[in-house]
């Protein structure tokens, strides 16, 4: 059983910033790539930056000046900086990982952290 769980959402004022993090727990030999994913009501779930085990990097194009993608292998945690809140970010965030535990290799998913910006 593998769990994720992100953590570090909130309210915060537009050009704020926040710091969320997901971890990763469990039956766990490795994990792959990490990556976040943006949601907003009524939307699909859209992918925002993904990182490899290495530490390679991917943004979407709206989101590349602002957020910042990193990981802690050692912790299983992955980590999102966001800088320069807009309205715009306001969602829930959830963290994929690809995951190989002792019976698979396998996508999962955590339970999602709510950001709010808003003055």
């Known amino acids: 059983q593998v769990q994720l769980v992100e953590s570090g959402g909130g309210l915060v004022q537009p050009g704020g910033s926040l710091r969320l993090s997901c971890a990763a727990s469990?039956?766990?030999?490795?994990?792959?790539?990490m990556a976040w994913y943006h949601q907003t009501p009524g939307k699909e779930r859209e992918l925002v930056a993904t990182?490899?085990?290495?530490?390679?990097?991917n943004y979407a194009n709206s989101v590349k000046d602002r957020f910042a993608i990193s990981r802690d292998n050692v912790k299983n945690t992955v980590y999102l900086e966001i800088n320069n809140l807009k309205l715009e970010d306001t969602g829930v965030y959830y963290c994929?990982?690809?995951?190989?535990?002792?019976?698979?290799?396998?996508?999962?998913w955590g339970q999602g952290t709510q950001v709010t910006v808003s003055s």
């Open positions: 990182i490899t085990r290495g530490g390679h990097t």
């Open positions: 994929n990982a690809e995951v190989r535990a002792n019976y698979d290799r396998r996508p999962y």
């Open positions: 469990g039956n766990i030999l490795i994990i792959y790539n």
